[in-house]
């Protein structure tokens, strides 16, 4: 049985010290920016205090110890998300048996949100930190050194006997007298070509139903720095630091219009040169134009919106408290200004299902976002969603075990009535495969559909979500892969048992019809196919952007100028897609595997076209072709002087006009492969009509 007060753990040093931990987690890039500042806090506060970022800095348990037990550490806190949760329970208890002198407290979100529960299933941590700890933890860690109390200090969970007591809530509410972010303090961490993240602002004042903002921070309270000095930390890091990119972390850096353009008239006026985006605190609602052109002066590459969905009654019952007009507008603005758009998405909404959420990707198409992503819905604790979930839903793990992403399994944790599991997974599939899902129904209107996927070692990871985004009721046909192999792809096993594949260890005739889809990689396409008679040709959809070429147009034939012009325009489109992709070297290799060596080959073809044409004209007595006579003599002195001239020339020039003849016949014979480059159009029954073709201000 605990004492009514809690026990101190300390270890009396000349210099106090303090560790502070991220465990390890799925998100290995980002930097925890919230130790930083409490760093900051504690240095000023006198304590020797250093970072220890097992996602950058990695260390197994062993040198874990040892790097704990050579900084002595009066106070060891761990940072933790809901995700890793179980995570930080694990080192606190690791440490507990090596570092018994030093007092663990644990804070982070999850910490925030789950106070009690978590402090009561780790017997092993001291006391907890919640919601923001620059001041709790400063007073926590002298309370520590002068063998004080800290029941009284604020934010601080503690244990009373058997039960846990949260203190009341004192968030900082001048952010300006804070220290900057001391991110010297991490092990390991450099600046070299380090993108700096800074948060002008915390908290924010709406309530959508899947969002902990709100209760992280403990109100809607929306505060906020001044310009000057944002300013002043970002002129900072470039004079010490040299940095020449930064990002804003904040939850809502532009709800004050007035307070956002300064910051933004302020970094042009001190011309720092900076680039930067906002990918994070963009609301639609919340910019307009003269805000766009002001942030494109300050050096904003790029702006990122929560639209989370597509479909208008999905988007209205989240509670965003925006209209879904104000997102296509917002997109509009910032890409008019020149900074790229980027958007963020949500599977599992509440009263979303497949069909909505098909819509939402179709929406997401129209807006042409330079980048999207697409995250599943976790239910964090005291959100509406998590009632929701609660009450009408299913959990299939625990909340420490979610997660938004994954690149084999998708995450699902829970489903809701309207959207189950399953679709959930084929949503997230469809999301990134949603091109083929359009091509093969495109197909699968006028006749039966199948694709075929040219199986190399870069497609065989994405070979079970296509299959699920496709769907299963056409034929899925894999070519050039052992079946074991792929079936033993871990994301294979969430592929539906009534799915119809077959395999193959080469590409038939039979394949290659108008009724195929053939999927590859740009640089893989099989000359069957390129010289084929196949409908449509899906390329790389490893790729972020996937490009979708008719190879043969069915019932079009046309005279060969019209076609050669069609050829040559379609070739140029895709031509520029490739190298936006894969750069000009790589193409230029490939040209000359795959095209130099038929040349040659070319040559004499043309050599023995021109030899073909009739040097004799034809006798006939009939008016027609009497006309037709000067012409023809004429054709065939043409031709005739031609061939002498070309025989005449050196062979330098012979090899420059033969590579030209050639191209031109290439140009003809590819044009089946790159008629035209296919933008795949909106499709959509006419029962389902797209929501905002007849709204002209939205588009």
């Known amino acids: ?49 250093s970072i220890l970022d097992l996602n950058r800095y990695p260390l197994d348990d062993e040198n874990l110890i040892g790097y704990a037990q050579k900084r002595n550490p009066i106070l060891i806190g761990i940072s933790i998300k809901t995700a890793t949760a179980r995570e930080g329970a694990r080192l606190a208890t690791l440490l507990r048996g090596h570092c018994p002198r030093a007092h663990i407290s644990c804070g982070g979100p999850h910490m925030t949100l789950c106070a009690e529960q978590f402090l009561t299933e780790s017997p092993h941590i001291d006391s907890g930190i919640v919601s923001e700890g620059e001041h709790a933890i400063v007073e926590l860690a002298k309370a520590i050194r002068d063998k004080g109390d800290i029941c009284e200090i604020p934010n601080i969970a503690w244990r009373n006997r058997d039960k846990v007591v949260v203190n009341s809530w004192k968030p900082p509410q001048d952010l300006n007298i804070l220290p900057f972010p001391d991110l010297d303090a991490i092990e390991g961490f450099s600046w070299e070509n380090f993108r700096y993240p800074i ?87 919340r910019i307009d134009l003269e805000l766009a052109k002001l942030m494109k002066q300050a050096g904003c590459t790029s702006v990122a919106f929560g639209i989370e969905s597509g479909n208008p009654k999905t988007f209205d019952s989240i509670k965003k408290g925006e209209p879904l007009s104000a997102v296509v507008e917002a997109v509009r603005l910032v890409k ?23 819509e939402t990707v179709r929406f997401q198409r129209k807006l042409k976002l330079h980048h999207y ?8 604790p005291h959100t509406e969603v998590w009632d929701m979930v609660e009450q009408n839903g299913t959990m299939f793990c625990e909340i420490t075990e979610t997660q938004h992403f994954s690149d084999d399994i998708v995450p699902i944790s829970f489903e809701l009535p309207s959207f189950p599991k399953e679709d959930m997974v084929r949503a997230f599939y469809i999301a990134k495969y949603f091109d083929l899902l359009e091509t093969v129904d495109g197909i699968r209107k006028r006749q039966a559909a199948r694709a075929v996927y040219m199986a190399t070692s870069d497609i065989v ?37 009534n799915s119809h594949i077959t395999f193959r260890s080469s590409l038939g005739k039979d394949l290659i019809t108008g009724e195929s889809v053939i999927v590859c990689r740009s640089l893989d396409i099989p000359k069957e196919i390129l010289f084929g008679n196949s409908g449509l ?51 230029k290799e490939v040209i000359k595997i795959q095209v130099g060596n038929r040349i040659s080959v070319r040559y004499h073809r043309c050599r023995q076209l ?25 054709k065939n002195m043409l031709a005739g002087w031609l061939l002498n001239e070309f025989r005449s020339l050196s062979p330098k020039k012979r090899n420059r006009i033969s590579a030209l003849l050639a191209k031109a016949a290439l140009f003809r014979q590819a044009h089946q492969f790159v008629f035209l480059k296919v933008r795949l159009k909106n499709r959509q029954a006419s029962k389902n009509k797209f929501p905002y073709d007849d709204h002209s201000s939205y588009l």
């Open 1 to 49: 049985m605990l004492n009514s007060r809690p026990t101190i753990n300390y270890h009396m040093t000349n210099q106090p010290t303090v560790l502070l931990i991220s465990p390890s987690g799925w998100q290995k890039e980002s930097i925890n920016l919230g130790l930083a500042y409490l760093a900051s806090s504690l240095n000023a506060a006198g304590f020797q205090t």
């Open 199 to 285: 948060v002008t602002s915390r908290g924010c004042p709406f309530d959508c139903i899947y969002c902990c903002v709100n209760k992280l921070t403990g109100s809607r309270k929306w505060r906020f720095r001044k310009p000057e000095n944002v300013v002043q930390e970002l002129e900072t890091v470039v004079r010490d630091k040299g940095i020449t990119h930064f990002e804003i972390w904040d939850d809502n850096f532009t709800l004050d219009l007035k307070r956002a353009k300064q910051i933004c008239r302020l970094m042009t006026e001190k011309e720092l040169n900076l680039s930067w985006y906002c990918h994070n605190g963009i609301r639609a609602d």
């Open 336 to 358: 008019k200004v020149g900074i790229n758009a980027v958007g963020y998405f949500i599977i599992g909404l509440p009263g979303d299902n497949l069909e909505r959420f098909i």
């Open 373 to 380: 992503v697409f995250g599943m819905l976790i239910p964090y």
């Open 461 to 497: 990871p994405s070979l079970a979500g296509m299959i699920i985004a496709a769907g299963t009721d056409i034929e899925h046909i894999v070519v050039g892969a052992d079946e074991a192999t792929v079936r033993a792809e871990p994301s294979f096993v969430q592929v539906p048992e």
């Open 537 to 587: 040709v899906l390329i790389d959809p490893t790729r972020h952007l996937h490009n979708v070429i008719r190879v043969r147009k069915p019932m079009l034939s046309l005279p060969l100028v019209p076609t050669l012009i069609l050829s040559g325009l379609g070739i140029l489109l895709n031509i520029s897609y490739l190298f936006k992709i894969y750069g000009y070297e790589k193409i």
């Open 610 to 634: 021109l030899k073909a044409i009739p040097v004799r004209p034809r006798h006939n007595s009939s008016r027609l072709e009497r006309l037709k006579l000067p012409i023809e003599m004429a």
